[in-house]
């Protein structure tokens, strides 16, 4: 049996913790044995199904409560599972559709199981010749035994953010999720009798499923779990549910802190929550932006909120879910560096004055991970030197499934490009400036486009998180940059000619360099990935 499975199971029959589901409506707690007795029902259906050692199967479900189940009923069967991206009410059924059938072939799906929300998506699948099940249907089976796992068994592939017509998907096995969790364990100090984890990000994300679903289940830590849809419809039941469980640990990317910290001001009432016993919230999956985080701190003051609580982190996939941590009760320690020496030579030099970038530490790397930075060459770069993150270690993954079929992630010495730029302190803390195939070079100097929505962003009727910057005649002598931005306002002729103009003066205050254009579009316009990370590339119709 895989350390994965051996550890889950009997974490299973002897913790005293358990999960929480279906808040606000209806909570309801299992403990951990709960969970376990349901997934071997569902493991006894699967093995009626057909499904066993080696099968991948997609799953297509949002509520918590059967997701759980049937991952480990999934991996008792020695299978992978590969959580499918969800339909949203702006998605395009038929586009999305054919993507998720791309995915499926990819993958060689033996089956796809769904749940509600999405049960009206069965009969579409069916109908492409996809054998369909339903976790209602297989949380009735007869339960079973779980059958022998292995070290290099595939338990997940994840697919990345950007996987919709052409998907990659990140073949996670037991051995990386053991290596990885372990490593979390540790640098977030975690309590098993005192630890109590909120979440509600997407199970389709990897920092959702795998980092606050899988391995909390592997642990048998306590969790409450609520949905994307719970989150978004109100913002402050987060609060409140850290209020109500005294949640100790939490995660989410920058821009929902920034939502939260907006709500505190504008909706809460003062002591309406105790925010107090929050001592681990990961600030990750996005850039931080130093601001948004210290907006945070002063808004959640007054409900107990301590500052050395938000702590901004690095990780992807391709290493399982986690790369660096801040360290613990260090909350956000700012690298303020020249900008133009960042930009134009590749150097984050320390500054306190002039044009300078203040950019979030990421903290030091997680055990059995190593990192190094290098340039165009491939030479390896000392300390501050701006340059690629390479990664290697245990938790990372061998590869890829493309619709071109298998493609390693690693060099013949175990080196993966994560093609982000940045560079590792003199204490070897990550900081990261942005994605290789996003900086805008204009002039000889690179302009990073998370410098530029920042700046956009800090303008009034500007809708959080949704600014992009777009980079206009990529690799020409001419090449500029436009920015678009979403705001409530956007019918409002008087209120779109302010925001252009002060979205230009902010951006040009903030980089030196002026935009070729700034649009200013309705909610919703600006394509996102399923996770809510900003697609660049596929903005560039927007300002044309």
């Known amino acids: 049996m895989s350390r994965f499975t051996e550890v889950m199971y009997q974490n299973a029959r002897t913790s005293k913790n358990g999960f929480v589901t279906g808040e606000p409506s209806a909570p309801l707690r299992q403990t951990w044995s709960d969970v376990h007795q349901r997934a071997r029902r569902v493991a006894g259906a699967l093995a009626a199904a057909g499904v066993g050692p080696g099968d991948a199967v997609g799953v297509l479900a949002g509520a918590p409560v059967e997701i759980a189940p049937v991952a480990q009923g999934l991996w008792m069967r020695g299978a992978s599972l590969t959580m499918l991206h969800q339909p949203t009410p702006r998605t395009d059924l038929v586009q999305w559709a054919e993507d998720t059938a791309n995915v499926i072939d990819m993958i060689q799906a033996r089956a796809v199981i769904v749940s509600e929300p999405f049960m009206v998506a069965a009969p579409v699948l069916a109908e492409r010749g996809v054998a369909v099940l339903t976790a209602p249907e297989l949380l009735t089976g007869d339960p079973i035994d779980p059958v022998e796992t292995g070290e290099d068994d595939l338990a997940l592939m994840q697919l990345t953010s950007g996987s919709t017509g052409s998907p990659k998907a990140v073949q996670i096995t037991h051995s990386n999720l053991v290596s990885n969790a372990e490593a979390m364990f540790v640098g977030a100090g975690f309590d098993m009798d005192t630890d109590v984890i909120v979440s509600w990000l997407p199970l389709f994300h990897d920092m959702g499923m795998t980092g606050y679903l899988t391995v909390p289940m592997y642990f048998g830590a306590e969790l409450v779990k609520i949905t994307p849809m719970d989150f978004l419809r109100d913002i402050l039941l987060w609060a409140k549910l850290i209020d109500k469980y005294k949640g100790t640990m939490t995660a989410a990317p920058n821009f929902a802190y920034a939502l939260l910290a907006k709500r505190l001001r504008k909706q809460a009432k003062p002591r309406e929550f105790d925010l107090s016993s929050l001592r681990f919230a990961l600030s990750g999956a996005e ?113 890829y499934l493309t619709m071109g079929g298998y493609v390693a992630t690693q060099d013949r010495q175990g080196w993966f490009n994560t093609g982000d730029l940045g560079y590792l302190t003199e204490q070897g803390h990550v900081v990261v400036c942005g994605r290789v195939k996003d900086v805008i070079i204009m002039g000889g100097r690179n302009v990073f486009p998370t410098d530029v929505e920042r700046a956009a962003g800090r303008v009034t009727g500007v809708r959080p998180g949704c600014a992009v910057a777009v980079r206009l005649d990529a690799g020409h002598s001419r090449e500029s940059f436009a920015v678009a931005v979403e705001s409530n306002a956007f019918e409002d002729a008087g209120e779109v000619r302010r925001i252009k103009h002060e979205v230009a003066h902010e951006v040009v205050a903030e980089v030196d360099m002026r935009p070729r254009n700034v649009v200013v579009l309705g909610p919703g316009t600006i394509p996102k990935t399923p996770s809510g990370k900003l697609r660049r590339a596929h903005s560039v119709a927007l300002v044309s």
């Open 287 to 399: 850039p931080v932006d130093p601001g948004d985080v210290e907006e945070l701190c002063a808004a959640g003051a007054p409900f107990g909120l301590k500052p050395e609580a938000i702590l901004p982190a690095y990780g992807m996939a391709e290493t399982t879910v986690a790369v660096s941590f801040s360290e613990l009760s260090a909350g956000l320690i700012v690298d303020e560096v020249d900008a133009d020496m960042l930009c134009a030579l590749h150097r984050a030099v320390p500054a306190a004055k002039g044009n300078t970038l203040r950019l979030a530490t990421l903290g030091p790397l997680l055990a059995d991970l190593e990192a190094r930075v290098v340039d165009d060459a491939g030479t390896i770069l000392p300390a501050r030197g701006v340059g690629v993150i390479e990664l290697r270690g245990k938790p990372l993954s061998r590869g």
